[in-house]
């Protein structure tokens, strides 16, 4: 008696078990409701529910649509024709499958149908919705029930979630920076990698302007100035890939330095003054320097300056065809440019004394 009993719970837990794993599997994609134009009543919206492989019934969780719920029973259909009332015909080719859906919503009992693409991968398939009824958008439109004229369309994955990579770029520092070198600046770029469903890593390759320039979770390269196209590729074991792409743009905004120096030749010293006899031995020089420019254009003028005292008249008097003048200071003005077109100003006046 007792030994019967326990036979009887053995056989109970393995119907359970078998139920659950080779029955049943989890089903998770989207739903989407398209008017008569193909406009998306309801964008894309998160859906799960269960997939009977034995009795070939997919039951989607209940789910909310205008404040009330979506309730979806279908029925599988393998490849043929088929006809149900208040459904167009249903064809379904090899390589697909059908579904006969019954929707419950707001009181409302519609009966509508679909064609899926199936897309087998380890651990499961994916049901690709095709337009079945050749009138441009995905599914097949309703002929009954309040949304005659609309499409609905349930797409997912049925088992083991599809493998599936996802990358994405971060530049640190953003994606507009100033030059900091020569030319451009060296900018680290980062790739983020999420695996989902058993996906693997293979390979991580990276593109700037379109030529390979490095691979791995990182990257360094020297961007010049201006704006650059960044991709990135991350691939994974299967063959499955992803793509990330962002600009980023290297710019200078600093102003070049720029030192007037007035050097005595006879001694190569910089000076601050100069006696008058001095004069024909002083050479200006301009030094500018820019972080980015290593080149950078500098224009200077060079005038003398007469002193002029309050109440007094300047007269110009000619002698032998020469003039003279007493000149008083040299002045000197430069203007350093970059090639971003930045400017630096500068001027220096140096006392001529008698
Ligand atoms: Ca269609
Ligand atoms: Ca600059």
């Known amino acids: 008696m007792n030994r019967t009993f326990l036979v009887g719970i053995a056989f109970a837990l393995i119907g ?9 599997q989890s089903v998770s994609g989207t739903a989407v409701l398209y008017d008569p134009g193909g406009v998306t009543v309801v964008a894309p919206t998160p859906i799960t529910g269960t997939y009977n492989t034995d009795t070939q019934h997919i039951t989607i969780d209940p789910w909310v649509f205008f404040g009330f719920a979506v ?8 490849p ?25 919503w707001a009181g409302n009992i519609i009966p509508h149908g679909i064609v899926w693409d199936v897309i ?18 995905p599914g097949q439109k309703m002929i009954s029930g309040p949304f005659v004229g609309f499409t609905f369309v ?18 640190t520092g953003g994606v507009n920076q100033q030059c900091n070198e020569t030319g451009g600046t060296h900018i680290e770029l980062t790739s983020t990698v999420d695996l989902n469903g058993g996906a693997e890593l293979a390979s991580i390759d990276w593109t700037v302007d379109g ?15 201006g704006s650059h196209s960044i991709s990135v590729t991350a691939t994974g074991v299967s063959g499955i890939y992803d793509t990330a792409s962002t600009n980023v743009n290297v710019f200078d905004t600093v102003k070049p330095d720029l030192a007037i120096e007035v050097v005595d030749t ?32 500098v224009a200077g003028a060079f005038k003398p300056v007469y002193a002029v005292i309050g109440g007094e008249v300047i007269k110009i008097q000619g002698n032998n065809g020469d003039v003279t003048l007493p000149t008083t200071a040299l002045e000197v003005s430069a203007t350093a440019t970059d090639n971003s077109g930045n400017e ?9 004394s008698k």
Do not use: K, M, W
């Open 16 to 24: 359970q078990f078998s139920a659950s794993y080779a029955e049943s």
């Open 71 to 78: 309730d979806s029973q279908i029925d599988l259909l393998s």
């Open 80 to 104: 043929g024709s088929y006809t149900f009332p208040g459904v167009l015909p249903i064809n379904v080719g090899s390589g697909q499958l059908g579904g006969f859906i019954t929707t419950t």
């Open 120 to 137: 087998p991968y380890t651990g499961g398939q994916h049901f690709e919705p095709i337009d079945s009824d050749g009138d441009g958008i």
């Open 154 to 171: 349930y797409e997912f994955d049925a088992g083991a979630p599809a493998p599936s990579i996802d990358v994405s770029i971060n530049v």
């Open 211 to 225: 030529d390979v320039a490095g691979s791995g979770a990182s990257i360094t390269p020297f961007l010049s100035l």
């Open 266 to 297: 006879r001694t190569g010293q910089a000076v601050t003054s100069i006696n008058g006899s001095g004069v024909s031995f002083l050479e200006v020089r301009l030094n500018s320097t820019d972080v980015c420019d290593s080149d950078v254009d």
């Open 344 to 352: 630096q100003l500068d001027q220096l006046v140096l006392p001529i």
